[in-house]
């Protein structure tokens, strides 16, 4: 048996899947299981080994390229198809392909043309368990699954990327054995930021934050980043007051690394802070403890109910949360980014008591 899950989307999107592809498996341990994704999101298969194959499509495309779509899609004979956007474009993409059975989420008149069986779409929820419902036609029991709990992912990283980590950190904390690593990672991607998706938080609470981190020599602050994150990163330099690094500060934002050594970096965390990115759902995948600080986007439907993974947020705000329901892009005055140094140490404080 073969399937092929379509999943267009950031990595945190293909994160997110994990839970209902694993589930997949495990009621079916013989079936192959293929992903057509974005090339920017291909790297999935350095934190699991539930895929196959990975294909990549530009579905960011303006001029998509259909013949071609549809020849990936068809590379081999699929048993099930599952399809998870939500438009009516993600349904048609699904018709393309010569799947016994293709599922995806009802979007109207043309869902059940386009589509072999159509589920009821629910955004209203973490979102995935809301990928999950894709499997409820297959495997009823789902429904009752899904009620129950959140669906939490879980990422693998391949020996060498932790070996890699342990030789990057272990001269850098060696003397430091008891101390609370925490990682911090301020980036977004460069897509949100190119779409008005406004997630970050400002460099001046960064840096107020890493500073007071560092006040207590029990802490060790590790600061990550990517190439996404250069300015964001330099800008939060200027803004930190010391001149002689402190001995528990280190920056391996500048080292080039793939998306399982950074995952194999966070696993070796006590704490992990960040914005609503992709380092979030990796936090999650490994299970390590972390705090994210969220603006427009909703945690409940980010986050699973854990209390590992503590959800910082402006209060009593009414037009937050925004993204994705009510607006496909940032405000022009995003007040819910104005999260201040103060109220995540209250969280972090729980985190590393």
Known sequence: MHALFINPGGIGDQILLLPSVKIFKERYPKIEIDLVTEPRSSCIGELTNLYRKIREFNFKDKNPNIFHLRNLLRKRKYD???????????????????????????NGIFSPIFLTQCVKLNTNQYA?????????????????????????????INIDAIEWAKEMLTPRI?????????????????LSQQKNILKGWSPKNWAILIEKLLEKQDNVVILLGGKDDIDTISEIHKKLTFFARPKNYFDLSTIDMSIAKLAALISFSDLLISVDSAPMHIGVGLGKKLVSIFGPTDPKKLLPKDPRFLPVYMPNLECRPCLFDKRKESCSKPDCLDVTPEMVLNEVQKQIK
Request: glycine share 6%.
């Open 80 to 106: 099930y198809l599952f399809s998870t956007g939500s438009s009516y474009k993600a349904n048609f993409v699904a018709f393309l392909s010569n799947a016994d059975i293709k599922i995806g989420f009802y």
């Open 128 to 156: 995935g368990n809301m990928f999950a419902q894709l499997l409820s036609p297959i495997i009823p029991e789902m429904t009752n699954l899904i009620l129950q709990k959140d669906l939490t992912p879980e990422i693998k």
């Open 174 to 190: 060696r003397d430091k054995y008891y101390a609370k690593k925490i990682f911090i990672h301020p980036g977004t991607s460069k």
